[in-house]
């Protein structure tokens, strides 16, 4: 008998594959939550305060409910009561603003909301409303703000004082210690697209077309509020332009818009402004960051101290972790990290692309450079010297790691060794040259996640689960491991997401989707394809009959006997035989004990220049350089572009953003993106990328860990090393402004 041999199809997951998305995304087929085309859609414009503290005495609606179009003006006047809409604490929960009171806590918080025939009409109509309040005066200045009650700060998954060791005897110990503060400003979300909603009740049931990065959560909180159980509310989330966290969650313009819908008895679509993405849908927090670090003569960290304290509004506790990498990230026996919270009148604050990460690495790896100086150190060298062989918080091994080999690259691509330690040694013509770097991370985490497959009769495969598309490239990294499993070309794959009445999967948030939802989709083609082999070995007809399951492979859409191509067949032949019916897996899939056994991080390095005009103090960033280890790769394009986007929020983190508040009213001063401003290409030099590939099983069946979150992280303070070394000025205040280097 001759055998055919044939070779083996070349894996899809960690090719640089296009986006499945792309098409209809750049010829207008991708529909975004405010592009729905509803029947008999009226459109709805939020009212909001214009004082940061007080009451709303009354509202004159006459004129708006008099202007061309109007259908309704709700105010907290005649807004029906929502039998779930009261949250009594903030820790766990959102606190929404649905007109239920007339309490003002934050300036532009939603007082009202006017439903017209078109937007335009409700956004005029919406100025003509004469608003009266009982002024109070609000607590705005961060400095003078009262702290909360030591057992009222509540850090999301942690405690407010964690200790290790004796740090009184570390810094006793210390040949050098340094002990500064790092201040990191309140920044707001600016994604492309602002949040939306339409809300279209049929009956007691309610979809509602959103923005979101957690269908599931908006889904739940809703139905909460309303009084209905989450059967009766769908929603729908097929793209969302981007999110970074406002999105991760529920606010208030979704109940508002679904409350709306339910008065005018019609469809209603809700969008914010720009403006309005500046309180109502949260930020970062302001924080000051003390970090103290001891060390021997040698380099050795004897102590750590790093306490944060971060503001937020006066309705929620949240507390940005900054101080969550300081416990992990460097061998130290003496460490103490602590919380404090100041509450002011400004919109509560929320997720921001890697929070706490992002302004803790800020405030540590700034004090790591300040330390390698005060030591006379190369900066690598002391975090080598210092390096974590395990997690040093809960003694666990690492998953896996890889931080010397993403030093050990990034410094060898940006050219290290060259460097001049000395601040102002390094010019180009009149142009100060810096070079800095900083440490990268964030945690690996994984959730339960369910998804279906189904094999088709065509033999193509389709793929559903309940998650969201955020602009990440979940669409094509589910079809290319459902690919994989399956043996079939991703051509061959319908990957759908987006629905609540799709497997439940958790909120895209915090980088779980890859390890959460990419182990979900595998593990449901891995059980499709065993279901599949059995079918075939139990068939007499099969030419795999009686073949044994291991010895089964799946290539070119077809099982096959070992390498034996003429001991085959396609899927399409064995299900035709079978009734010419699909053939369908469902799967539940959980994170499993290696969650309590190993601690689970990602590593990254980020080196960057930077040159500065001596005399005028302007901060340019030609080039950045990184390497990340992030477990495995499932498309290089996309995970390539996140690390990007990631770079270039931290320049902007570094160089340009923050938000202002007028100090007398509380009103945002910049609350557009003419004013708040975000790098530009031009701001924005060259970015070289490398990952590290260590395929993790400790954390996800497809070895990924996330990309999404770690980009950003090191970014802020790689820029502000770079910045001292190129002139010797140590900013520890973001953002790096042109009078904060010549001051």
């Given amino acids: ?11 899809s997951v960690g090719a640089p594959l296009d986006r499945v998305d792309g098409r209809l995304k750049v010829t207008g087929g991708a529909r975004y939550a405010a592009e729905f085309a509803v ?101 705005l200045d961060w400095s003078k703000a009262p702290l909360n ?10 405690e407010r004082l964690i200790q290790r060791g004796d740090l009184s005897q570390g810094l006793a110990a210390a040949a050098v210690t340094i002990d500064h503060t790092y201040i990191t400003p309140l920044e707001n979300h600016n994604p492309m697209e602002v949040h939306s909603t339409i809300a279209q009740w049929n009956g007691d049931s309610l979809v509602l077309y959103e923005s979101t990065q957690g269908i599931t959560s908006v889904r739940n909180t809703v139905a909460r509020h309303f009084g209905l159980t989450p059967d009766k509310v769908r929603v729908v ?24 819908a339910r008065e005018v008895g019609r469809p209603v679509k809700l969008v914010l402004t720009r403006r309005q993405m500046f309180g109502p849908v949260g930020g970062r927090p302001r924080t000051e960051q003390r970090v103290t670090l001891g060390a021997s003569k040698e380099g050795v960290l004897t102590a750590i101290r790093h306490h944060s304290k971060s503001t937020t509004s006066t309705i929620e506790d949240w507390v940005e972790p900054a101080t969550s990498q300081t416990r992990l990230l460097y061998a130290c026996p003496n460490v ?19 929070p706490g990460e992002s302004t803790g690495t800020f405030a540590l790896e700034s004090a790591m450079d300040e330390l390698a100086y005060a030591l006379g150190m190369d900066p690598v060298a002391l975090r080598l010297k210092n390096y974590a062989e395990q997690d040093p918080e809960s003694g666990r091994p690492w998953s896996s790691k890889g931080l010397r ?59 559903r689960a309940g998650t969201q598309e955020i602009g990440c490239g979940t669409y094509t990294s589910m079809t290319q491991i459902a690919a994989d499993a399956l043996g079939v070309a991703p051509e061959q794959v319908t990957f759908e997401l987006g629905s609540t009445d799709m497997p439940e999967n958790p909120a895209s948030t915090g980088s779980v989707t890859a390890a959460s939802t990419g182990s979900a989709v595998n593990d449901v083609a891995t059980a499709l394809r065993q279901k599949l082999i059995q079918m075939a070995i139990a068939d007499a007809r099969s030419p795999l009959h009686g073949t044994v399951e291991s010895n089964v492979r799946v290539a070119n859409g077809s099982l096959t006997a070992g390498d034996l191509v003429n001991v085959s067949e396609t899927y399409a032949a064995l299900l035709a035989r079978n009734g010419g019916q699909p053939v369908e897996a469902t799967i ?41 280890a992030v477990g495995r ?11 990007h986007g990631g770079v270039v929020w931290g320049v902007g983190m570094a160089l340009e953003e923050e938000t202002l508040i007028d100090p007398r009213s509380g009103r945002y001063i910049n609350a557009d993106l003419a004013e708040y401003h975000v790098p530009v290409n031009a701001d924005i030099g060259e970015i070289d990328v490398a990952f590290i590939e260590q395929p993790d099983l400790h954390v996800s069946t497809v070895g990924a860990k996330g990309v999404g979150e770690i980009g950003i992280t090191g970014v802020a303070a790689s820029i502000a090393n770079a910045v001292y070394h190129a002139t010797g000025k140590r900013v520890r205040e973001l953002p790096i402004r042109i009078e904060k280097v010549l001051g």
């Fill in 237 to 260: 989330a097929y793209f969302t332009g981007g999110g970074f966290g406002s999105k991760g969650g529920p606010w208030s313009h979704e109940s508002l818009s679904a409350l709306a």
């Fill in 149 to 158: 009650r030591p057992e009222d700060v509540h850090p999301l998954g942690g």
């Fill in 405 to 463: 080999e993403c030093y050990a690259s990034a410094a060898q691509r940006f050219g290290w060794s060259k460097r001049n330690p000395q601040p102002r040694s390094m010019r180009d013509g009149r142009w100060l040259v810096g070079w800095g770097m900083a440490t990268a991370t964030y945690p690996a985490r994984r959730a339960p996640a369910g998804a279906i497959a189904r094999m088709m009769p065509d033999g193509r495969v389709w793929v």
């Fill in 588 to 628: 539940a899939s959980r994170p499993g004990a290696d969650a309590q056994q190993y601690s689970m991080h990602s590593f990254g390095a980020v080196f960057t220049e930077v040159r500065v005009d001596p005399d005028l103090g302007i901060v340019r960033v030609p080039r950045v350089v990184t390497a990340h």
């Fill in 633 to 643: 790769i499932l498309n290089a394009k996309t995970a390539r572009s996140q690390i």
């Fill in 39 to 139: 029947p008999n859609l009226a459109h709805g414009v939020i009212i909001t305060s214009t004082i940061a503290k007080g009451r709303v005495r009354s509202m004159d609606t006459s004129a708006a409910e008099r202007a061309p179009g109007v259908i309704k003006v709700l105010t907290p006047m005649n807004a029906p009561r929502l039998p779930g809409a009261k949250v009594t604490s903030g820790r766990a929960m959102r606190v929404p603003t649905l007109l239920q009171d007339d309490l003002v806590r934050y300036n532009g918080q939603p007082i009202g909301v006017v439903v017209a025939d078109t937007w335009e009409h409700a956004r005029e109509a919406a100025d003509l409303v004469r608003v009266t309040y009982d002024v109070e005066k609000p607590v």
């Fill in 1 to 11: 008998m001759t055998m055919f041999h044939t070779p083996r199809r070349r894996a």
């Fill in 336 to 354: 103490e990290t602590q919380y404090d919270l100041v509450r002011v009148n400004v919109g509560s604050p929320t997720f921001m692309r890697a």
